[in-house]
Antibody, heavy 117, light 106 residues
């Protein structure tokens, strides 16, 4: 079964840092672009960042550039999102998703990040 | 940035009826348009990719059409489990973007 599973969410103070992880299984992880997508409480979906299979290309939404870093370890079939200088507006469920045929499939169950003092 | 505008925001229908959801892009996205379904408390799941291709396991009552800037998701005969929020998504240009969603309610 193809699946991705996120971990690492939690409560963090404004200005703090957090690292999210995503474990992929059931597919050849290194051959796929991978993405992070977030959803603020009661709101819609927002793409955050993606990374090419070999890690050689990365893209970010403007609102996280310079604060978030996407990375991967293909030996561990893992995707990461290092989030620094967190703001209240970064509060959201963060989903990991595989890029497949110019869509996202599958999605993980999500991990909640809450930025609050 | 390509803006996707979905309409209507809310669609109220009954089981057995036909649902037509629209997604309009601010510039051409060719056929790089996907649709997702999200039920309360769950992650989104892929319905349609490449504007008109059903994802694995998706019932035939779901169909997608369109290219360029205007796209449609049609559910031919609503089942109770179809009441959810639907998002369109473009994969033509970075930043990747989503529509604001259409809530399909009874």
């Amino acid at each position: 079964e193809v699946q991705v599973v996120e971990s690492g969410g939690g409560l963090v103070q404004p200005g703090g840092s957090l690292r999210l992880s995503c474990a992929g299984s059931g597919f050849t992880f290194s051959t796929y672009w991978m993405s992070w997508v977030r959803q603020a409480p009661g709101k819609g979906l927002e793409w955050v960042a993606d990374i090419r299979g070999d890690g050689g290309e990365k893209q970010y939404v403007d609102s996280v550039k310079g604060r978030f870093t996407i990375s991967r370890d293909n030996a561990k079939n893992s995707l990461y999102l290092q989030m620094n200088s967190l703001r209240a507006e970064d509060t959201a469920v963060y989903y990991c998703a595989r890029d497949w045929s110019r869509s996202f499939d599958p999605w993980g169950q999500g991990t909640l990040v809450t930025v609050s003092s | 940035e390509i803006v996707l505008t979905q309409s209507p925001v809310t669609l109220s229908l009954s089981p057995g009826e036909r649902a037509t959801l629209s997604c309009r892009a601010s510039q051409s996205v060719s056929s790089y348009l996907a649709w997702y379904q999200q039920k309360p408390g769950q992650a989104p799941s892929l319905l349609i990719y490449g504007a008109s291709n059903r994802a694995t396991g998706i019932p035939a009552r779901f169909s997608g059409s369109g290219s360029g800037t205007d796209f449609t998701l049609t559910i031919s005969s609503l089942e109770p489990e179809d009441f959810a929020v639907y998002y369109c998504h473009q994969r033509s240009n970075w930043p990747l973007t989503f529509g604001q969603g259409t809530r399909l309610e009874i």
